[in-house]
């Protein structure tokens, strides 16, 4: 894959309200998360998708949130303080080996990777390691920028996805991606 990292200060940018103006967290995530479930968001950055995914899973849900890189998750830390919603979210750091989900073996029930499978060294153990901790049946959104990820680099993702034993579910509209709902087989 792409294997080149977001510098930690455009965390700023993509964590901006304007943002709003293209991708709405609200409707993306909503049609998944429901109230006390647990989710996964690998490589979350500053938290624009995060803070809404912390509100939809409610004070009786929990969500992981794994980044590679300590500013970002210093950020995010600092927006979910100041929305109120810390305790509902782990947020963690993971190495270059690994994000460290042991801990979560067949918990979660939805996954959200949102530009951030391209990053990855492997795409084939980011959906490895997503799918140990998914249950059956679980669904992860994956969205790529259709700016700098080219259909076939999508097309490999949605191959390693699958070899790692999810289905295609869905093909729902992200605007600036593409997109793809996977369910864990
Ligand atoms: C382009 S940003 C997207 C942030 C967020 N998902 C969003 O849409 O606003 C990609 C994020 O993935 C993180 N990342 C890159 N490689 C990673 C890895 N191996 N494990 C965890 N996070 C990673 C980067 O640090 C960065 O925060």
Known sequence: MGHRIC????????????????????????????EGMTVLEPGPGMGFFTLELARLVGPNGRLIAVDLQPRMISGLK???AKANLTERVDARLANEDSMGLQDLAGQVDFTLAMAVVHEMPSASRLFAEAAAAMKTGAT?????????????????????????????????TVRWSHAALL???
């Not at 409707?27 to 998360?33: F, R, T």
């Not at 996805?161 to 579910?169: D, I, M, S, V």
């Open 7 to 34: 510098p930690w200060w455009l965390g700023y940018v993509l964590a901006s309200p304007l943002r709003r103006l293209m991708q709405d967290p609200a409707a993306i995530v909503s049609p998944y998360v429901r």
């Open 183 to 185: 369910r864990k087989a």
């Open 78 to 80: 600092r927006r979910l």
């Open 140 to 172: 992860l959104l994956l969205a790529e920028p259709s700016g700098h990820v080219k259909p076939e680099m999508f097309a490999e993702e949605l191959h390693a996805a699958a070899e790692a034993g999810f289905t295609l579910a869905d093909r729902p």
